[in-house]
């Protein structure tokens, strides 16, 4: 893959996080791993010093690593990737490392949460969210940032991969085959397959985005069974070799049969073979992309809430284990426009602005504030002419007051006499 196709795909997966009309994707396996392959070759001979700086508004760990001279190399596994800092030996016998200077690799296990990326720049355009940062001992120094506009991501130092978390199912296929087979009577797949599919304990890198694609390709219904969907599944998948190049799995997958877990490993790489190409940052064309999506955000699909409140894109009937409390399906349309702007259209479409309403717990006092909104609205009339008219309101009030208690009393007395 080569370098220009790694920059063009990880600024495509900035821009798609920050952008008020992105699908709302998440980083997963296929983003995780390009960003490992983006920092591998990016700080490719480049040597990285002094101490691992963090942001002061950021909650994860300090990073206590300090050291002369290191390198930095990247790998990924499912939705983590792990940066190793090395440090470099140098070749001079009598030269030995400073007191406080790591002389041991450590490793950083990062997990991206909505947002997170690496970028390396200048120091002069650090990014707004770079909260851990790692310097170059070159002049003018580079810095490879962790940036995460809404720090849902963290990093653990001296980490390991997350033993809750299953094989990843782009490059460790077998071993994710077998753990998934091997569990099918456990009580988690009693729950439907697409919320299935997002436990990072059987299916390590699935996401939101390849949970809609892989079901939709194999005309699965969401809310069914999951271990309805894998039952007659054998642990070793005799059409598919893990040494085989994903070039030929990427021609392979149109002849794919219904086998759910080939395409929980065969999806994810279709999307690290697509590596940018069409897209352009400044113009933010993301037609490869959209292109290869065929559900997930695609007009005439249907989506719905799963039970963790997880929305959940398909085509059809959604199965028998649809949430009892979920509102009814809403299909995505496209917006139509005839591009008509003649005078009559415009005309047509412009609206009478509302009036102001007066919102109130009363209606009586809601009456009042109506009466003198109409009051003030009056062509001719003064404040002058208000006062004067809520004082003879009041005279007339008063008088009306009084004869009605002169009334009261004279019915009185005609009782008594009667008596």
Request: glycine share 6%; aromatic share 10%; with cysteine.
């Amino acid at each position: 893959m080569s370098l220009d196709v790694i920059i063009r795909y990880v600024i495509l997966v900035q821009q798609l996080q920050n952008s008020s009309v992105c699908y709302n994707k998440m980083p997963e396996a296929p983003e995780i791993h390009l960003a490992s392959l983006y920092v591998n070759k990016m700080c490719e001979g480049l040597v990285f010093t002094g101490p691992v700086r963090k942001s002061d508004v950021s909650k994860s760990p300090n990073v206590p690593f300090t050291c002369e001279a290191y390198r930095i190399t990247a790998t990924s596994r499912g939705k983590e990737v792990k940066l190793t800092l090395t440090p470099m030996k140098s070749y001079d016998p009598k030269q030995t490392f400073e007191s406080g200077h790591a002389d041991q690799p450590m490793d950083i296990v990062f997990r991206f949460g909505m947002s997170g990326y690496f970028r390396l720049t200048t120091e002069d355009e650090l990014p707004k969210h770079a909260h851990l940062r790692f310097y170059s001992k070159e002049k003018p120094c580079r810095v490879l940032s962790y940036v995460d506009a809404r720090r849902f991501g963290s990093w653990q130092p001296n980490g390991t991969w997350q033993p809750d978390r299953g094989p990843c199912i782009m490059f460790e296929y077998k071993s994710f085959r077998e753990n998934v087979l091997s569990h099918l009577t456990d009580r988690a797949f009693d729950r439907p397959i697409c919320e299935v599919l997002l436990n990072q304990k059987y299916f390590n890198g699935i996401g939101n985005y390849l949970r809609a694609e892989i079901l939709f390709r194999l005309n699965i219904p969401p809310f069914v069974s999951a271990r309805a969907t894998m039952e007659g599944l054998k642990s070793e998948d005799l059409c598919e070799n893990e040494t085989t190049d994903t070039e030929t799995k990427k021609n392979r997958v149109k002849g794919e049969t219904a086998d759910l877990l080939r395409m929980c490993h065969s999806v994810p790489l279709e999307v690290v073979n697509l590596g940018g190409k069409g897209y352009d940052p400044e113009k933010a064309d993301y037609s490869d992309f959209e292109a290869w999506l065929q559900c997930y955000y695609v007009d005439g699909m249907t989506s719905m809430r799963d039970h963790n409140g997880r929305t959940m894109w398909f085509k059809g009937d959604p199965g028998p284990m649809v949430p009892k409390d979920s509102k009814s399906p809403k299909t995505k349309r496209a917006k139509k426009d005839d591009h008509d702007y003649t005078h009559k259209k415009r005309e047509a479409g412009t609206k009478t602005p509302k009036k102001e309403k007066y919102p109130c717990s009363k209606e009586a006092g809601c009456k009042g504030r109506q009466t003198e909104k109409s009051w003030q609205d009056v062509p001719g009339n003064t404040p002058q002419y208000k006062h004067r008219s809520t004082a003879q309101k009041r005279k007339s009030s008063t008088t009306e007051l009084s004869a009605g208690a002169g009334s009261r009393r004279s019915r009185r007395v005609t009782r008594q006499n009667s008596k």
